[in-house]
C-alpha cells in the first residue's frame, strides 16, 4: 500500500491529494493554530527543555516543568491561525463532505480551553467525525471529544488505532497533517500495517526560523503577565 510524506509550507498544497475515500486528520498546534508570541509554542517548549537540561534537570523533569509551563500559558495566552489558506482548505473539505478529525498531543482536560481557542479564530467547527465523547482505550488516558482525539502523551497511532477500533472506522485513505515529522512516520507505519493509502505532510510555516530565545527568557521573566514579542523586543532594546 502505498504511503507518502512531504513537507510544505502552505496548507493549500494537500488539496490535489484529497479525494471521495479521504479521511483528513489534522494536528492543532502550529497546524491549525499557534499562540500570539514565542512564549507557549512547541519551538520555545523544546528551547525551554533544553536549558532546564543544561542546568542539570533530568529530561523527565524538564519536560514536566516545562509542560506545567506551557499549561499555564495556554490559559491566558492569545492565538492566532498560521494561514489565511486553512479557511479555504476547511471550506474545499465540507464542500465535498470529507470526514475530518482532530489528533493532538494534548490532554483531555485541556479539551474546553482547545476548543475555546479554536473559537478564537472561527476553527472550532473544523473537525465533523460524530460519535459521542468517549475514552480510548491506550496505555496512558486517551480520550475523544468534539470530533478530536486527546492523546496526552500516548503515540498518535496508538490512539488513532484505538479510535477506529472502537467505532468500526476503516478509511482506505488517510491524509494527515502536524508539523511534527515523528507524529507523520507514526501514523505512516501503521496505515502501511493496516493496508492503508496514506498522504502524510508536515506543515513547516510555523517554523523555528521564527524563534527567538531571547525574546523567549525575556518573556518568561515576565509570566505570569503574557509579553508580546513586540513588547518583549521594545525591553531588550532599552
Ligand atoms: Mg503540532
Redesign the pocket.
Known amino acids: 500500500m502505498s504511503t507518502y510524506i512531504f513537507e510544505s509550507k502552505k496548507i493549500e498544497s494537500i488539496v490535489d491529494f484529497i479525494d471521495s475515500e479521504t479521511f483528513f486528520i489534522f494536528?492543532?498546534?502550529?497546524?491549525l493554530i499557534e499562540t500570539a508570541q514565542v512564549i507557549g509554542s512547541?519551538h520555545w517548549e523544546k528551547h525551554f527543555i533544553r536549558r532546564q537540561m543544561d542546568q542539570g534537570l533530568s529530561y523527565e523533569d524538564a519536560s514536566k516543568r516545562s509542560f506545567a509551563l506551557w499549561k499555564q500559558i495556554q490559559k491566558s495566552t492569545e492565538v492566532r491561525t498560521i494561514e489565511n489558506g486553512i479557511f479555504r482548505l476547511v471550506s474545499f473539505l465540507k464542500t465535498h463532505n470529507i470526514p475530518t478529525l482532530g489528533l493532538?498531543?494534548r490532554d483531555h482536560d485541556l479539551m474546553d480551553l482547545t476548543f475555546d481557542q479554536l473559537k478564537k479564530v472561527n476553527l472550532e467547527n473544523v473537525f465533523n467525525l460524530d460519535h459521542p465523547p468517549h475514552a480510548l482505550e491506550a496505555e496512558l488516558e486517551c480520550h475523544f471529544s468534539r470530533g478530536a482525539v486527546f492523546c496526552g502523551d500516548n503515540p498518535k497511532d496508538i490512539a488513532l488505532k484505538a479510535l477506529f477500533k472502537k467505532n468500526d472506522i476503516a478509511p482506505k485513505k488517510i491524509i494527515f497533517i502536524?508539523?511534527?515529522k515523528d507524529?507523520l512516520y507514526e501514523l505512516e507505519e501503521m496505515a502501511y500495517h493496516a493496508e492503508i493509502e496514506y498522504i502524510g505532510m508536515q506543515y513547516t510555516a510555523s517554523n523555528h526560523e521564527r524563534f527567538n530565545s531571547d525574546i523567549a527568557v525575556i518573556q518568561e521573566k515576565h509570566l505570569p503577565n503574557i509579553l508580546s514579542d513586540d513588547e518583549a523586543l521594545k525591553l531588550m532594546q532599552n
Do not use: A
Not at 494536528?27 to 497546524?31: E, L, N, P, R, S
Open positions: 494536528d492543532i498546534d502550529h497546524t512547541t493532538t498531543s502536524d508539523d511534527q507524529h
